[in-house]
Structure formats: C-alpha cells, structure tokens
C-alpha cells in the first residue's frame, strides 16, 4: 500500500492551521514583535546595504525636483537633500507595499477618509478637517525632520541603534512637543 | 540591485512590521503622547534593542565597520524633535 492513498481520514480532523499563516493573517501584532522585526530589518540594512532605512528623507528627495525649480539658488535642496530616486525613495515604495500588503492579507485594508476610532468621535466626521490637520501637520513634521535630520524611523531608530547621540536629542524633543501638543488639542480629554 | 531591489525589500519588511504594529493609525501615534497606548514607544524600544544587539554583534565579528552617519548638532537635533512632534501629535503620522 502506498502511504499516499492511505489517508482518507484526514477530513474528519479540524485542520490546523498553520503558525506562520496565522501570524501573516492576524491584524495586529505585539508592538514589542513588530519592533523586534524591524531591529532585525535595521541591522541587516546596515550590514547589507550600508545603508539605514529612514521614511522622511525620501519625500525631501521627491519635492526638490519641484524646490529647485521654483528657488534655484536654495542651498537646502541644493545641498543637502538634492533631488533624485535615492536609495530612500525606493525604501519608501517598499515601505508602502509592505504595509499595503500586511493591512490586505490581514483583512485590514479599508478605505478610509477620516480616521474612524478616535478621531471621530472628538472632531467630528469633517473630511476637510482632517484633510487641513493632516496636510498642515505633515508639513510641520517634514520641517522638524529637516532642521533634525531625520524622523523616526531615520533618526530616532536608525541613528539610535548605531547609539549615534543625534538619535537621543531627538527623541525627548519629539516627546516634550509631541505631549504638549496632545495637551493642547485634547485638552479636557487628556 | 542594490540600489532598487534591497531597498525594496528592506521598505517591505519595515512596512510590514509598522502595519503589524498598528502604527498606520491616528490614535496609535496620539496615543502614546497620552500615555493611553504606549505601542509606538514599545516599537521603537523594541526594534532598537534588538538592532542595537545585532549591530553590535555584526561589529564584533568585523562584518561591519561602523561610522555614525547621522551628524550631530545638539540644538538642531533637539529644535527638530521639537519642530516634529507637533506635527506628529496633531496629523498622527
């Protein structure tokens, strides 16, 4: 008898699913896993490319291509984030893809024009309002990942990990502002 | 290669783990500046410790030589995280 052929049993068990399909189905991870994979991500950039993953940088790139034009003589697009498809510009293609594809395969993936949990229910449903706080605070933030060289994920984790000092003088910044801001907007809902 | 397919890659990874972390959401990023959700402070500790180990580990083995490529300017580092959270606690980004 051929092994094979000799399981027809097999449907009467409650299949199993796989581990690892789980895991790629499951919405949400412990932020402390996610965070260890993109440690993991991190250190095998810098050892493979020589390069560290940051997601800012990459939108400085892009909008110099219209900065230079509009202000040729600016030594900031001149100099320090010249235009070009850097190396950046496609981690953030990546970038894009992998949450696109974590938010589609955990069945995540959901148009949305305003933030629904939260948001909502302390701004209301305004799409324009959301719309100006997001467009303005981005603007905010690129100016602040400017002036400080980088964001996040550029600075803070990047440079943090080589325990380059730039990385902790950024990050009180970026919490001090960060929570005075919240207090700010929430106010009484703090 | 190297310039196109492992950035690629590296960005897939990165934002696979963000999604996974749930900081694609506005509250998430808010959150943690309320002290109601710490998953972004619990991310960044996370990966850094892990990177911190692994990179260091990498150094000791002499596969990677390190320089700290990110310059350090005290006020402007600090005036930028200044500058950045407002923007990252009002958008959520």
């Given amino acids: 008898m051929s092994v094979l052929t000799a399981k027809p049993q097999e449907t009467d068990i409650p299949r199993r699913e796989n581990w690892l399909v789980a895991q790629i189905r499951k919405p949400q991870w412990s932020p402390y896993a ?13 050892l493979v490319a020589g390069q560290m993953p940051g997601s800012s940088g990459a ?10 034009k509009a202000v040729p003589q600016n030594i900031y697009f001149k100099f320090v984030m010249p235009p070009g498809i850097t190396w950046q510009v496609w981690l953030l293609l990546g970038l894009f893809l992998g949450a696109l594809a974590s938010a589609w395969l955990s ?7 305003v ?21 303005v605070g981005g603007i905010i933030l690129e100016i602040g990942a400017g002036i400080a060289g980088g964001c996040t994920s550029g600075l803070a984790i990047s440079g943090g990990v080589q325990l380059a000092p730039a990385a902790f003088l950024f990050i009180p910044g970026m919490f001090i502002s960060g929570i005075l801001t919240a207090l700010v907007i929430y106010r009484k809902k703090y | 290669m190297t310039t196109i397919v492992v950035p690629i890659l590296i960005g897939l990874a990165f934002g696979w783990s963000l999604h996974k972390a749930g900081l694609g959401k506005y509250h998430k990023i808010v959150n943690v500046f309320r002290f109601t959700d710490l998953a972004v402070l619990k991310y960044m500790m996370s ?8 990179i260091y580990l990498f150094k000791g083995l002499g596969w990677l030589t ?12 600090f005036a930028g995280g200044l500058v950045f959270g407002v923007g990252m606690a009002a958008a959520g980004f």
């Avoid at chain 1, 069945?107 to 024009?113: A, E």
């Avoid at chain 1, 933030?115 to 719309?131: L, M």
């Avoid at chain 2, 990966?47 to 692994?54: E, F, I, K, P, R």
Wanted: cysteine-free; aromatic content about 14%; charged content about 15%.
């Fill in chain 1, 107 to 113: 069945h995540d993936f959901k148009w949305r024009h």
């Fill in chain 1, 34 to 46: 996610a965070g260890a994979m993109l440690g993991l991500t991190v250190a095998l950039s810098l």
């Fill in chain 2, 47 to 54: 990966a850094m410790v892990v990177g911190v180990s692994l």
């Fill in chain 1, 59 to 68: 939108f400085e790139n892009l909008i110099a291509y219209v900065g230079q």
């Fill in chain 1, 115 to 135: 933030p629904e949990k939260q948001w909502v229910a302390i701004f209301g449903p305004q799409r324009w309002k959301r719309w100006t706080v997001a467009f």
């Fill in chain 2, 66 to 77: 390190l320089a700290i490529s990110t310059p350090v300017y005290a006020l402007g580092n």
